[in-house]
C-alpha cells in the first residue's frame, strides 16, 4: 500500500529543521518504496562524487552497498541521512520511519561515557534515557560508565551504534559497521536491524561494507556503485553477478 | 529548552573532565601578561602611559588567548564527528548554535576577566579597573565575540586546517567590535571625555544583535556539508 510522504525531516521523531526547505525535498506524493532518490548528484570542489545516481529501496529490505574506496558509498549515506545536501536531485522516504545513520567515526563525544551520550541523545530526540536492559543488550552496560576514548575501537564501535539505536530507528543508514566488530557482535546487530527493519513499520536498512564475507547472508538485495552510479542491482541481475563484478573491480 | 540545557550540560561535563579548555586560557592569560610586563617594563615606559595602555592591552590578549581556547572548544565537536551525531538528532539547529554560544560566553568571559586581572597585577593597575561600567562593557563585547567566534568555529570545524583558519577569518570581522571595546574601555579606564560613548555603545550593541542573529540564520548552512 502506498504510503503518505512528508517531507524528509519525519523521519526523526521529531521534525528536523537541518532539513526543512531543503530544495531537493520533493513535494508530498505517493510512493511505493520506503526510499527513493532521484538523479541525486554531489560534488566536492572538482571532483563528482555522485552522478545522476538513482535508487530505490522497499519496505523490508536489506541491502548492501558496495563499491570501492572513493565510489560515493559515504557521500551517498551522508545525502540520504540529510547531513550532506546533494547539488540536484530529489530523495523520499516514507513518514512514518525513524532514521538512524551511522558514519565511520562514532558520531559521539569521545570525552564522555556512554552513558552521558545516551542522555545526551535521548534529551535531543525527546525519548527517554535507555536503562539497564537495553545496555546489557548490547553488552555494555559494565562500560557505560567509562568515557568512550577509554573503550577498545571494537568497544567504540558497538556504544556508537547503541547511541544510534537508542530511539529504535527502522530507517537505518550504515557505513562500514562491522569494521572493527567482532562476528558475534556483527550476527546481533544483523538480528536486531532485521528486527528494526521487519514486520509491520515497514523500514528498510542500507549498509556499505566492503566486509562481503560475513554480511552477504544477511543481505536481501546489493547494490554495487561504481563512479558516483548504482552500477549493477542483484534485483535485476542476481546477487552473484553483482558481488562477482565487485570482486573483478577490486583485483 | 531541554535541548540547549542538555547541550550545555556535555560542554561542560567536557570541560569538567579534561579541563583543557580553561586551563590553557588561564596560561595563556598569565603568560601574555607576563611577557607584556617584562617588555613594557624593559622599555621604560612611564607609568601613566602604561595606564593609557592597558585597555588596548587588555583587548588584545583577551582576543588572542580566547581565539586560541575557542578553537580547542570545537575540537570536542569535530572529534569522533560528534556534531553530527547532535545535527542528526536535533529538533532545531539554531538551539546548536545559542548552546556554542552561551558555553563559549562562559569560557571567554573567564579568559577576559583573568587577563584583566593578571595586566593589572604586572602593570600595576589598581583593581577598581573592576568597576561595574568597565564589567558591562565586557560583557557586552564578550558576547558579539562569543557569537562571532561560535559561526566562524562551526564555519571550518570540518576543515584541517581550523586551527589557522578561525583567527583568519574571525580577527578581520572582530575590528569594529574589538575598536568599539578599546574606546569604551579607555572612556571608562581614562575618565576622558564621554563625547561619542553613546555611539560606541550603539555599535558594540548592534554588533552584537548583528553577530547574533548571523549566526542563528546562517549556523546551519555552515555546519552541513
Not at chain 1, 566492503?210 to 561504481?226: G, K, W
Request: charged share 15%; proline share 4%.
Amino acid at each position: 500500500m502506498a504510503a503518505p510522504l512528508r517531507r524528509y525531516s519525519s523521519l526523526l521523531p521529531r521534525p528536523v529543521s537541518l532539513l526543512e526547505n531543503s530544495r531537493y525535498f520533493m513535494s508530498a506524493t505517493t510512493i511505493e518504496n520506503a526510499l527513493s532518490a532521484r538523479s541525486v548528484s554531489k560534488r566536492f570542489r572538482r571532483l563528482e562524487v555522485l552522478r545522476e545516481l538513482n535508487l530505490e529501496i522497499g519496505s523490508g529490505e536489506l541491502v548492501l552497498l558496495l563499491g570501492a574506496n572513493g565510489a560515493g558509498k559515504t557521500t551517498l549515506l551522508r545525502i540520504l541521512s540529510g547531513l550532506a545536501r546533494p547539488d540536484s536531485g530529489e530523495v523520499q522516504k516514507i513518514s512514518r520511519l525513524a532514521l538512524g545513520y551511522q558514519g565511520h567515526a562514532p558520531q559521539a563525544y569521545l570525552g564522555l561515557s556512554l552513558l552521558e551520550n545516551l542522555q545526551l541523545a535521548a534529551a535531543l530526540l525527546g525519548i527517554a534515557t535507555p536503562e539497564k536492559d537495553y545496555l546489557d543488550s548490547w553488552e555494555l552496560y559494565d562500560r557505560r560508565a567509562a568515557a568512550l576514548q577509554e573503550l577498545s575501537k571494537g568497544l567504540q564501535s558497538r556504544a556508537a551504534l547503541a547511541v544510534t539505536f537508542a530511539h529504535d530507528p527502522n530507517c537505518l543508514l550504515l557505513d562500514e559497521p562491522s569494521a572493527s566488530l567482532d562476528d558475534r557482535s556483527v550476527i546481533s546487530l544483523f538480528a536486531r536491524i532485521k528486527q528494526s527493519i521487519g514486520g509491520v513499520r515497514g523500514g528498510f536498512a542500507l549498509v556499505a561494507t566492503h566486509d562481503l564475507n560475513r554480511l552477504l547472508p544477511f543481505a536481501d538485495r546489493v547494490l554495487l556503485l561504481e563512479s558516483g552510479k548504482v552500477a549493477a542491482d542483484s534485483k535485476s541481475s542476481g546477487i552473484e553477478n553483482v558481488v562477482a563484478r565487485y570482486r573483478e573491480g577490486n583485483r | 529548552m531541554r535541548s540547549i540545557l542538555a547541550l550545555l550540560r556535555k560542554d561542560l561535563l567536557n570541560e569538567l573532565r579534561h579541563r583543557e579548555v580553561l586551563s590553557l586560557l588561564v596560561g595563556l592569560a598569565i603568560l601574555v601578561a607576563l611577557i607584556l610586563a617584562i617588555g613594557i617594563n624593559g622599555a621604560f615606559i612611564s607609568p601613566e602611559a602604561v595606564r593609557k595602555l592597558y585597555p588596548a592591552l587588555i583587548w588584545v590578549v583577551s582576543v588572542l588567548i580566547c581565539t586560541i581556547s575557542i578553537g580547542k572548544s570545537f575540537e570536542y565537536e569535530a572529534a569522533g564527528q560528534a556534531i553530527d551525531g547532535v545535527l542528526l538528532r536535533l529538533d532545531q539547529v539554531w538551539q546548536l548554535f545559542l548552546a556554542k554560544v552561551i558555553s563559549n560566553y562562559a569560557v571567554v568571559a573567564v579568559g577576559h576577566f583573568t587577563a584583566m586581572l593578571m595586566l593589572a597585577l604586572f602593570f600595576d593597575v589598581p583593581l577598581t579597573v573592576f568597576s561595574v561600567p568597565m564589567v558591562v562593557v565586557a560583557l557586552l563585547v564578550l558576547w558579539g565575540y562569543a557569537a562571532l567566534a561560535t559561526l566562524i568555529s562551526a564555519l571550518t570545524v570540518r576543515s584541517s586546517l581550523r586551527s589557522m583558519l578561525l583567527p583568519l577569518l574571525l580577527l578581520p570581522l572582530l575590528f569594529p567590535l574589538l575598536f568599539g571595546a578599546i574606546e569604551l574601555s579607555s572612556v571608562i579606564m581614562l575618565g576622558s571625555s564621554p563625547q561619542g560613548v553613546s555611539h560606541w555603545l550603539a555599535l558594540v550593541i548592534g554588533l552584537d544583535l548583528l553577530y547574533s542573529v548571523c549566526g542563528l540564520l546562517l549556523f546551519e548552512h555552515a555546519v552541513r556539508d
